[in-house]
């Protein structure tokens, strides 16, 4: 997969390139990542990218010519472009996974007061990461880049990416490392038990309660299951189940022996 960034400051992206994950990713070339300047391209003879609003106002924006020439200059026939505009769609994880089944994605990064709204027409898709103001679109494109790469196949493990956060609408289960106590916090002893199959059922109810309890939201859009709703029964009860200290108790024992 390419993705390319059409930015006035590429060397934001130096960072986002060079560690971690996305660097083994570009590395094993699972993806490809350019940032490209858009002020290569404009034809200003001062170098600008930007004016005063005509009409007056605030700010400087964004010039039409140089982002389009930029655009056409990199755009594939088969590449999807998205600009970053809070009156875009909200990015999501499903956004996500949709553009991670693409060949070619390139991203738009205004900056300063905004971009002339003519821009617009050379886009396939308006995007918003979040209703909040940022100084440009360069964080939030490096948000999607990190968000699509990590889902491509050779990013990272299939492993790691089963039963994470927002998929199927639910947040993901706790999870917990050694010691045991830390600070008079304790692992669950459920995950102690080696009983697969009852592991597997108290994460999903934990997932449930963390989503009704956090993201409400997310819980409304859920179709429970007979059982889901069982495991909500049994947690809103406040006892513990029979089928959880069962499996508790011969974790012990087989521990012990």
């Not at 409400?216 to 029964?233: G, N």
């Amino acid at each position: 997969m390419r993705i390319s960034v059409l930015t006035l400051f590429p060397e934001m992206f130096e960072g986002f390139t060079t560690n971690s994950i996305i660097k083994r990713a570009l590395g094993k070339g699972v993806a490809s990542f350019e940032a490209i300047q858009i002020r290569d391209y404009t034809l200003d003879k001062y170098g600008r990218t930007d004016t005063p609003p005509i009409g007056g106002g605030a700010g400087l924006v964004q010039k039409a010519q140089p982002i389009v020439d930029a655009i056409k200059a990199n755009k594939k026939p088969n590449t999807h472009v998205i600009l970053m505009s809070p009156r875009g769609r909200r990015f999501d994880q499903k956004m996500a996974k949709s553009f991670a089944n693409l060949e070619d994605l390139m991203i738009v990064c205004g900056h300063y007061e905004g971009i002339d709204e003519r821009v617009n027409d050379y886009v396939d898709e308006l995007v918003s990461i979040g209703d909040y103001i940022l100084t440009g679109g360069e964080i939030p494109a490096m948000a999607i880049a990190d968000s699509v790469i990590r889902l491509l196949d050779g990013a990272i493990t299939r492993d790691s990416l089963e039963e994470e956060s927002f998929d199927n609408n639910l947040l993901e289960y706790p999870q917990y490392t050694e010691p045991y106590d830390y600070q008079g916090a304790t692992v669950p002893p459920i995950l102690y038990s080696g009983n697969h199959g009852a592991i597997a059922k108290w994460r999903r109810k934990q997932s449930l309660l963390l989503t009704r309890m956090h993201r409400p939201d997310l819980f409304e859009k859920l179709v429970l299951s007979k059982q889901d709703r069982k495991l909500l029964e049994e947690a809103d009860s406040g006892e513990t189940p029979k089928w959880e200290s069962d499996a508790i108790e011969k974790g012990k024992k087989f521990m012990h022996d």
